[in-house]
């Protein structure tokens, strides 16, 4: 999981996990002295990996509140811990609330996490409707979950909103999604980027996508990342990984970058093959997000960053 800064406490968080338990630990920025420390599944035999994709915490930055996201692993103890989970923690780690699916022991026997992507924050509702997490996992769910009582666990899940947008059974979202201008986008595995209307004033998001891409993604689909002039001018950059070779990275094929029109991700607006002699990126690789910052885009690859820009 990627690690995040906490702008309320100016505490680095970092988020960690393999199968067996997911691990939050925060360290004061300046000295590196370490802070706090949260195990999400101490008392059972495994489970609760935080690793997201890569993706990073997400952190309130009125309160410095943390929302993380776990897994499972099939054979993990589900009865105590927060697998499979949204997780609300303070500064210091304390858990304040949480949300676990109701198909939790599906879920963990056939090793679908919840935690196989981030969530994101959403801005404040316009109405009274409640603050929100939005992020979705391997079954293909996206929960809209109410941050200020997130719903906990029991026999029907508690939460503002599902919207299934799976192409599969299992395997669907490995990434966080991105929030621009009213819409939110999700890329998920064996499928196109989409974008899906969310409304300001009820807090709910539209249950079919208002606009997609057609190029099909695979090898866990991709997290999008955004660059705009405030409320004009948004695209959405993600990288197709399609060509990683998992069992001998070195043979992969090149990543490729696309650039999508944020208003209507339908208008592909470049990617990295159409002059392939000079912009062919570098191999292919999991979990990769491209960085966009002072009018560049900064591409991970297999062996080298790329950066592409204006001629």
Known sequence: MGLALNPVTN????????CVHGWLLTY??????????FNDTPD????????ASGGAPAIDDTNGDIYVMSGVDTGDQISTGYNDS???????????????PDNNLTLEEHDVDLGSGS????????????????GGGKDGNVFVVNRDDMGSFGSTNNVIETVPIGTTQWDNIFSTPAYWNG????????????????DSSTGMMSTGSTSAASTVYNSHGA???????????????????????????SSSGP???????????????YNSTQVASRDTAGLALKFTVPTIAGGKVFVPTGGELDIYGLL
Do not use: C
């Open 11 to 18: 505490d680095i968080v970092i988020a960690f996990g393999s």
């Open 28 to 37: 004061d920025k300046t000295t590196l002295k370490q802070t706090a420390i």
């Open 44 to 51: 059972d035999n495994g489970g609760g990996g935080l690793w």
């Open 86 to 100: 949204f997780i609300r923690l303070n500064s210091t780690l304390s858990v304040l609330d949480f949300f676990t």
């Open 119 to 134: 969530s994101i924050l959403m801005p404040n509702n316009t109405s009274n409707t409640p603050h929100e997490t939005i």
């Open 183 to 198: 819409s939110i986008y999700f890329h998920s595995n064996a499928d196109v980027l989409r974008a899906f209307n969310w």
């Open 223 to 249: 997290t999008p990342s955004i660059s705009s002039n405030g409320s004009s001018s948004g695209i959405v950059w993600d990288t197709d990984n399609s060509n990683y070779v998992q069992a001998t990275p």
């Open 255 to 269: 990543l490729v970058l696309h650039a999508y029109d944020a208003a209507d991700v339908g208008h592909e607006l």
